[in-house]
């Protein structure tokens, strides 16, 4: 089969033919129909520091937000058949050691995570626990299943967050991550959503496509002045930030109310100098918002059923796997909101 595989440490992914893999006990085997192309993916094909820790998985199959058919089973497998749709957890740990049984699982010792320190789904197939499976509905576009992983960050940071009806909303970051938390806000019955980017068009003409008006460019107009003018008639309830950018969180402070709630969900290279004198006076609140709990995924991919449609504009690039490190390129100049490789096969049938 084919795979997109990282094969050395250092810059550059390799398209390689590998022998199909059989599922272990416990486990599946997951044909893949659709798999998204995303930040991660594009900092390990760089190679930067904070993916160095994948070092000892090389070399190794890469994609982790994917969907597909279970094509087999390994032993001990009940509640899954083949033929069944499913969209994966990545996320795999063990569920027996200490962190694990006290609900910890994101410490467990030996958690390992699908298309970085095990195989992933840039390939025809690939081996998963049938505890990391969560079911689809037939009827569910694959390429819409595959959103299951992102979406699940975004449901996650509107939790975190705790928006509840009336609040307004600013979310910092267009792309899949930010799209995907203004569509939950908005379902948590925000009543204004204001998203914000830089130098996004592409971007934020998807979010226009899913009903948002509120918009900001921050290349046209300055950050300061832009959020000033917004939050000037009333100031934002809940902040959320998605872009990793470090510039950003002051001016996001700045436009947050009293006893508001600054939620981040970017990965941020270097710490971050903030104005906690302001902080403390106004009774804010700074929270971290990373993966989802494993609750969190039978709801976003019942989100995902109800707006199926609306979703489909999300994913802006289809390319076969043999051409996934065209569509790593238009992920990284920041045309595309989301890439999706499917099989090849599958490509020459629609075509
Ligand atoms: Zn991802
Ligand atoms: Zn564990």
């Given at each position: 089969m084919k795979t997109l595989r990282?094969?050395?440490?250092?810059?550059g992914l390799e398209l390689q033919d590998a022998p199909t893999p059989m599922p272990g006990p416990g486990e599946v085997l997951v044909q893949v129909q659709a798999t998204g192309v995303c930040g991660t993916d594009l900092h390990i094909d760089k190679w930067t520091?904070?993916?160095?820790?994948?070092g000892s998985a090389l070399p190794v199959t890469i994609g982790h937000e994917f969907a597909g058919v279970v094509a087999a089973l390994g032993q001990d497998v009940h509640g899954l058949a083949v033929g069944q749709r499913v969209t994966v957890r990545p996320s795999v740990v063990c569920g027996v050691c200490a962190a694990c049984t006290e609900?910890?699982?994101?410490?467990?010792?030996t958690r390992k995570g699908i298309g970085v320190s095990r195989d992933g789904a840039f390939a025809d197939f690939v081996r998963v626990p049938v505890r990391n499976c969560v079911p689809v509905p037939q009827g569910l576009e694959p390429k819409i299943a595959a959103l299951a992983e992102p979406l699940s960050v975004s449901w996650e940071a509107v939790r975190a967050a705790g928006v509840t009806a009336g609040d307004k909303v600013l979310v910092l970051g267009p792309g899949n991550i930010g799209q995907g938390i203004a569509l939950f806000a908005r379902a948590a019955g925000a009543a204004e959503v204001v998203v914000a980017g830089h130098g996004d068009a592409p971007r934020l003409q998807i979010l226009r496509q899913l009903g948002f008006d509120q918009l900001l460019d921050f290349a046209e107009q300055p950050m300061a002045e832009a959020l000033a003018k917004v939050a000037s008639s009333r100031p934002f309830d809940v902040v959320i930030e998605?872009?990793?950018?470090?510039?950003v969180i002051g001016p996001a402070m700045q436009a947050l109310k009293p006893r508001g709630v600054l939620v981040i969900t970017g990965i941020h290279a270097a710490p971050v100098a903030i104005d906690l004198t302001a902080l403390v006076r106004k009774h804010q609140e700074i929270r971290g918002s990373y993966r989802a709990p494993e609750a969190a995924w039978p709801q976003v991919v019942a989100f995902m059923e109800e707006h199926q449609s609306l979703l489909a504009?999300?994913?802006t690039h289809t390319v076969p796997l043999s051409r996934a490190l065209e569509g790593f390129e238009l992920a990284r100049n920041k045309t595309a909101t989301k890439v999706m490789v499917v099989p090849d096969v599958i490509e020459e049938a629609s075509a």
């Open positions: 990282k094969v050395r440490p250092d810059r520091p904070s993916y160095h820790f994948m609900g910890r699982a994101d410490d467990c010792v998605a872009t990793g950018v470090a510039a504009h999300m994913v």
